[in-house]
Nanobody
Framework: QVQLVESGGGLVQPGGSLRLSCAAS????????MGWFRQGPGKERDIVAH??????????YYADSVKGRFTISRDNAKNTVYLQMNSLKPEDTAVYYC????????WGQGTQVTVSS
């Protein structure tokens, strides 16, 4: 059974940084596009970034709202995906989730990111 476990969230001041991790188990995801998604208060869950590894090159995509501030990466040997978040803003406050892109597995519990002074 596939399990996705997100971690690394927390409370941070505007302008701060966090690094999220997503550990996947139950199968190998090295051939899948993996994504980070977020759901803010009263909002729908949206894609934040995704990463594709072709076997030689890595391709990344970012939502306009996080471009230049967030960086997605993956460690296929560890079956783990990361999201480095810099210059955080209050509007980045949300629960962050990972999944394949498009999502094909049950969502994990997510990790809460709160940006507030």
């Amino acid at each position: 059974q596939v399990q996705l476990v997100e971690s690394g969230g927390g409370l941070v001041q505007p302008g701060g940084s966090l690094r999220l991790s997503c550990a996947a188990s139950g199968r190998t995801f090295s051939n899948d596009a993996m994504g980070w998604f977020r759901q803010g208060p009263g909002k729908e869950r949206d894609i934040v970034a995704h990463i594709v590894w072709s076997g030689r090159d890595t391709y990344t995509y970012y939502a306009d709202s996080v471009k230049g501030r967030f960086t997605i990466s993956r460690d296929n040997a560890k079956n783990t995906v990361y999201l480095q978040m810099n210059s955080l803003k209050p509007e980045d406050t949300a629960v962050y989730y990972c999944n394949t892109h498009p999502p094909r597995h049950l969502w994990g519990q997510g990790t809460q990111v709160t940006v507030s002074s």
